[in-house]
């Protein structure tokens, strides 16, 4: 997936650990200083926390506490409102991907990372059942460019 022109965001993680108590995946930190807030071929939102200009209300930990509740944290969603977790036990670099699609009635575990995940399913090694089609090859874009 090409990486955009105007590149990834800058997150102070140490600083966002101290507010929230949150401690986010390596994969996924450097995700973001790469690629950062966006879309994946118009089709999956890809959440960040806040940096400087965030233009948005919501973001990743929006009303979120650690731990959470339920065990997930959501990084990324569809245009079907099928969800993308991370299942937050143990070590943040040993959690699963979690994906739970719009009716809810079963969720699909992954044993791998969120950017092990995303590789994967833009190669078409792993096929969830999404309920948004996915267009491939895949594509990236960035939040800066949809406010043009």
Known sequence: MPVP?????????????????WRLPADYRDFVAVYGLGTISDS???????????????????????????????????????????????EPDQWKVTF????RHREYTYDMGMA??????VRG?????????LSLPARFESWRASLL
């Open 125 to 133: 090694d792993i096929h969830p059942p999404l309920g948004a089609q």
């Open 116 to 121: 092990e995940f995303l590789l994967r399913l």
């Open 44 to 90: 999956i939102g890809i959440s960040t926390p806040p940096f400087d200009g965030y233009p948005y209300g919501d973001h990743l930990l929006f009303r979120t506490e650690w731990p959470p509740a339920d065990g997930t944290l959501a990084w990324a969603t569809n245009e079907a409102a099928d969800d993308f977790l991370w299942r937050c036990a143990g």
């Open 100 to 103: 739970r699609p719009r009716e």
């Open 5 to 21: 022109a105007e590149g990834g965001d800058a997150v102070d993680w140490d600083v966002l650990r101290a507010e929230t108590g």
